[in-house]
């Protein structure tokens, strides 16, 4: 791998290290706040909803200078939001701050996936995307257990009791000191963020209008959902990721009601399947090539049908084998797509643009998705019939998919066949 690759992970670690464990203090301030309960997930919204709000120009920025300087721009958002977090006294300060450290995570995706395609050569994309995703699942792991550190009354006792001579921080509780510390590994990330590389692409924009960038953004969405192995894999990375943000959800409901496990227990489960989509993504890196990856389809179907299977579990390390297992085949089977979705956008559009088509449709599906998982909680459907929708989904989506790429291989080789009598 290149030097810079790894100047890469180091800022996406710690800068995804952050994201997560902010989300946790978020809560933990709103509490603080007496906000009302429902205000907890509109944390989760306001994140998501500018991924999808800014797809049209986001790609555009990410696309118009180089990738870690798009990079450092982003991280110095996300801790103006930590400022602003810090300032906050109402919970709806506290709302619009968190959902300025949205918008700096949505500028930052299109640029840290994009410059994987500028600077590795396609045959080394499946392994980087399966080094990025484990280490973005880790970061997952940790952040959400530092978020909770953070938070811990012993642990912000000792943060409190650090004395700078001379300087006076302002930070009085345990919630300010913890946003400080994020805010502190937010700026380590924004270091690492000046040493990436500049990969020599030429970054200019014919236009800036904005009305021209929504024009072209449609443009660009059609143009992946129309070719061939761009749409397969575009589908593919939309399911997982609105089912993933959805699986979270039941894990938790799921260990209350067959396990009878309170909250904090069932949030250990959630990094058991995160450690199994690092185990899955790590061995797609090693085993399937970019000229393989559609092959792995068929591991989303059999994802579907080990989800089923999780009504019939009542032993905790049954469970935890088939959480591994779920998150195992949602790492090998999505980490090969999501390599090759890059590959073909990057060709058709630039890297930035494909990013953000990409996060428009997943993060889309993510919202469209929890809304639905919501309504059916709503309406009081039990746990274990939500469980087999779930699943029997996601199979026969993914089912619907295989079917659609063998469409679209005997209509390309139909094609191939009449071109070829034509010549003769």
């Given at each position: 791998?290149?030097?810079?690759?790894?100047?890469?992970?180091?800022?996406?670690?710690?800068?995804?290290?952050?994201?997560?464990?902010?989300?946790?203090?978020?809560?933990?301030?709103?509490?603080?706040?007496?906000?009302?309960?429902?205000?907890?997930?509109?944390?989760?919204?306001?994140?998501?909803?500018?991924?999808?709000?800014?797809?049209?120009?986001?790609?555009?920025?990410?696309?118009?200078?180089?990738?870690?300087?798009?990079?450092?721009?982003?991280?110095?958002?996300?801790?103006?939001?930590?400022?602003?977090?810090?300032?906050?006294?109402?919970?709806?300060?506290a709302l619009t701050a968190?959902?300025?450290?949205?918008?700096?995570?949505?500028?930052?995706?299109?640029?840290?996936?994009?410059?994987?395609?500028?600077?590795?050569?396609?045959?080394?994309?499946?392994?980087?995307?399966?080094w990025i995703e484990g280490?973005?699942?880790?970061?997952?792991?940790?952040?959400?257990v530092l978020g909770g550190?953070?938070?811990?009354?012993?642990?912000?006792?000792?943060?409190?009791?650090?004395?700078?001579?001379?300087?006076?921080?302002?930070?009085?509780?345990?919630?300010?000191?913890?946003?400080?510390?994020?805010?502190?590994?937010?700026?380590?990330?924004?270091?690492?963020?000046?040493?990436?590389?500049?990969?020599?692409?030429?970054?200019?924009?014919?236009?800036?209008?904005?009305?021209?960038?929504?024009?072209?953004?449609?443009?660009?969405?059609?143009?992946?959902?129309?070719?061939?192995?761009?749409?397969?894999?575009?589908?593919?990375?939309?399911?997982?990721?609105?089912?993933?943000?959805?699986?979270?959800?039941?894990?938790?409901?799921?260990?209350?009601?067959?396990?009878?496990?309170?909250?904090?227990?069932?949030?250990?489960?959630?990094?058991?399947?995160?450690?199994?989509?690092?185990?899955?993504?790590?061995?797609?890196?090693?085993?399937?090539?970019?000229?393989?990856?559609?092959?792995?389809?068929?591991?989303?179907?059999?994802?579907?049908?080990?989800?089923?299977?999780?009504?019939?579990?009542?032993?905790?390390?049954?469970?935890?084998?088939?959480?591994?297992?779920?998150?195992?085949?949602?790492?090998?089977?999505?980490?090969?797509?999501?390599?090759?979705?890059?590959?073909?956008?990057?060709?058709?559009?630039?890297?930035?643009?494909?990013?953000?088509?990409?996060?428009?449709?997943?993060?889309?599906?993510?919202?469209?998705?929890?809304?639905?998982?919501?309504?059916?909680?709503?309406?009081?459907?039990?746990?274990?019939?939500?469980?087999?929708?779930?699943?029997?989904?996601?199979?026969?989506?993914?089912?619907?998919?295989?079917?659609?790429?063998?469409?679209?291989?005997?209509?390309?080789?139909?094609?191939?066949?009449?071109?070829?009598?034509?010549?003769?």
């Amino acid at each position: 791998m290149e030097r810079g690759f790894y100047t890469i992970m180091a800022a996406q670690f710690f800068s995804s290290l952050a994201d997560n464990a902010l989300l946790v203090v978020a809560i933990a301030l709103l509490i603080d706040l007496q906000a009302p309960a429902h205000l907890t997930p509109i944390l989760k919204f306001v994140f998501v909803l500018f991924y999808v709000i800014l797809a049209p120009f986001v790609g555009a920025f990410a696309d118009s200078m180089a990738k870690g300087r798009v990079m450092f721009i982003s991280n110095t958002i996300k801790i103006s939001g930590c400022c602003l977090l810090f300032l906050a006294t109402h919970q709806y300060f506290a709302l619009t701050a968190y959902a300025v450290v949205g918008l700096g995570a949505a500028a930052y995706s299109p640029a840290k996936y994009g410059i994987l395609t500028e600077l590795l050569p396609p045959e080394k994309l499946v392994i980087a995307n399966g080094w990025i995703e484990g280490l973005t699942v880790a970061s997952i792991v940790l952040g959400t257990v530092l978020g909770g550190i953070l938070i811990t009354p012993a642990i912000t006792e000792i943060l409190l009791s650090v004395d700078f001579p001379v300087i006076d921080t302002g930070i009085d509780n345990a919630l300010e000191s913890g946003i400080l510390l994020i805010a502190a590994i937010y700026t380590v990330a924004a270091i690492f963020n000046l040493y990436i590389p500049n990969t020599g692409v030429d970054h200019h924009i014919p236009k800036k209008d904005p009305f021209f960038l929504i024009h072209e953004f449609g443009h660009c969405v059609k143009l992946l959902w129309r070719d061939k192995l761009g749409q397969i894999s575009l589908a593919v990375t939309t399911l997982f990721w609105g089912a993933g943000a959805t699986l979270q959800f039941i894990v938790l409901k799921w260990a209350e009601t067959a396990l009878d496990y309170p909250l904090n227990k069932a949030a250990q489960l959630q990094g058991v399947v995160a450690l199994g989509i690092a185990v899955g993504a790590v061995l797609a890196a090693r085993w399937i090539s970019l000229r393989q990856s559609v092959k792995v389809i068929p591991l989303g179907i059999a994802m579907g049908v080990v989800v089923m299977i999780m009504v019939l579990v009542r032993d905790l390390w049954i469970a935890i084998i088939l959480l591994m297992l779920i998150g195992g085949l949602a790492g090998f089977f999505v980490v090969p797509m999501n390599a090759l979705l890059q590959h073909r956008g990057y060709i058709l559009m630039g890297a930035g643009h494909s990013i953000a088509v990409q996060n428009f449709n997943e993060n889309l599906s993510i919202l469209v998705m929890l809304l639905i998982y919501a309504a059916l909680i709503w309406f009081e459907v039990h746990i274990y019939t939500v469980i087999i929708a779930f699943g029997a989904f996601v199979s026969i989506a993914m089912m619907l998919i295989r079917k659609w790429h063998s469409f679209n291989q005997s209509r390309q080789d139909s094609l191939h066949l009449i071109g070829k009598r034509k010549i003769h």
